[in-house]
């Protein structure tokens, strides 16, 4: 499958405890963006990286939230001390160019449960 | 202030019939736009787009029209199918569609 890959699929955690969420983008993709989902609602930007640069991350949490997208491996999304309201779908999706003429591919996101 | 709106949260059709999803904006300076579908539990997918300076975009059963002056845009399905079912996303941005502002959505459920 040379589609974008997130895991895990479903993740628990109880509150205060750490969630890392990891993506690995298609093959040839270099640009890597992070969405997440609440119950009922669209899919709010997070934080836009390429290789090792974090390119925006204007929608990211000021605190508690971190991305990295290192030269080899996987990005991951880093939620420290969670709260019951980091409930919910965060998808990974990754482009080619960083174009309005890129459409996003979206990995089938990691559903984060803080009990 | 949500910047895409998708005002009807469902919309039930029967199979053969057109689908007209809508979508409105409020930001001028979004330039392109799209739509994507979602199945349960799976990832968005991109299904059209289409550009600030054209009017129409048409891929197969799916059209997409653009309207600037009312910031409106709609998604038409012909003929619609069962296997359309899904939620569908409106998706507007700048210079770059990897970060775009979605609606909420609307569920589209086609009876055979």
């Known amino acids: 499958n040379a589609g974008v890959m997130q895991n895990p699929r479903h993740l628990v955690r109880r509150r205060g405890q750490e969630a890392r969420l990891r993506c690995s983008p298609m093959?040839?993709?270099?640009?890597v963006y992070w969405y997440r989902q609440l119950p009922e609602e669209g899919l709010k930007f997070m934080v836009y990286?390429?290789?090792?640069?974090?390119?925006?991350e204007s929608g990211m949490p000021k605190e508690r939230f971190s991305a990295e997208f290192p030269k080899e491996g996987p990005s991951i999304l880093r939620i420290q001390q969670v709260v019951r309201g980091d409930s919910a779908a965060y998808f990974c999706?990754?482009?080619?160019?960083?174009?309005?003429?890129?459409?996003?591919?979206f990995g089938n996101g990691t559903r984060l449960t803080v009990t | 202030d949500q910047q895409v709106k998708q005002n009807s949260p469902s919309l039930s059709v029967q199979e053969g019939r057109i689908s007209i999803l809508n979508c409105d904006y409020t930001?001028?300076?979004?330039?392109?736009f799209l739509w994507y579908k979602k199945y349960p539990a799976e990832g968005p997918t991109f299904l059209i787009s289409?550009?600030?300076?054209?009017d129409k975009n048409e891929d197969g059963r799916f059209t997409v029209f653009l309207n600037k002056s009312a910031k409106h845009l709609s998604l038409h399905i012909v003929p619609s199918q069962p296997g359309d079912s899904a939620v569908y996303f409106c998706?507007?941005?700048?210079?770059?569609?990897?970060?775009?502002?979605f609606g909420d959505g609307t569920t589209l459920t086609v009876k055979p």
């Open positions: 990286l390429q290789k090792e640069n974090i390119i925006d």
């Open positions: 930001n001028s300076m979004f330039d392109y």
């Open positions: 289409i550009s600030s300076i054209k």
């Open positions: 093959k040839g993709h270099s640009h």
């Open positions: 999706a990754s482009s080619t160019r960083g174009l309005r003429s890129s459409p996003l591919h």
């Open positions: 998706a507007a941005s700048g210079t770059n569609a990897g970060k775009s502002t």
